[in-house]
């Protein structure tokens, strides 16, 4: 079936900029809307930002102006710019997708095993 893999985290000093990746893989025929997710310790999973694959994008007031998702359809690729991180950012990020394997089956979601990211001086 379908795999998502995270990469690109790790730690990071505040104000400093990371970008995650997050690449789709397997029976493929389509994907929907892909989306950037994260969790804090003992926190619930609180939405970033979400992008559809004509490019329309979502984020979540507290993404704006410092996050940018962005994707490459022909890679099966959604990516997270991040800038002027903060202590606050810290959690696991998970990318998630909306993927057909084929044109006769239902849209199904997908999600990543996650990648950390730690702000911290």
């Known amino acids: 079936q379908v795999q998502l893999m995270e990469s690109g985290g790790g730690l990071v000093q505040p104000g400093g900029s990371l970008r995650l990746s997050c690449a789709a893989s397997?029976?493929?025929?389509?994907?929907?809307?892909m989306g950037w997710y994260r969790q804090a310790p003992g926190k619930q999973r609180d939405l970033i930002a979400t992008?559809?694959?004509?490019?329309?994008?979502n984020y979540a007031e507290s993404a704006k102006d410092r996050f940018t998702i962005s994707r490459d359809n022909a890679k099966n690729t959604v990516s997270l710019q991040m800038s002027s991180l903060r202590p606050e950012d810290t959690a696991v990020y998970y990318c998630?997708?909306?993927?057909?394997?084929?044109?006769?089956?239902?849209?199904?979601?997908?999600w990543g095993q996650g990648t950390q990211v730690t702000v911290s001086s």
């Open positions: 397997g029976s493929i025929f389509s994907i929907l809307a």
């Open positions: 998630s997708a909306e993927i057909q394997v084929s044109a006769r089956t239902v849209p199904y979601d997908y």
């Open positions: 992008i559809s694959s004509d490019g329309r994008t």
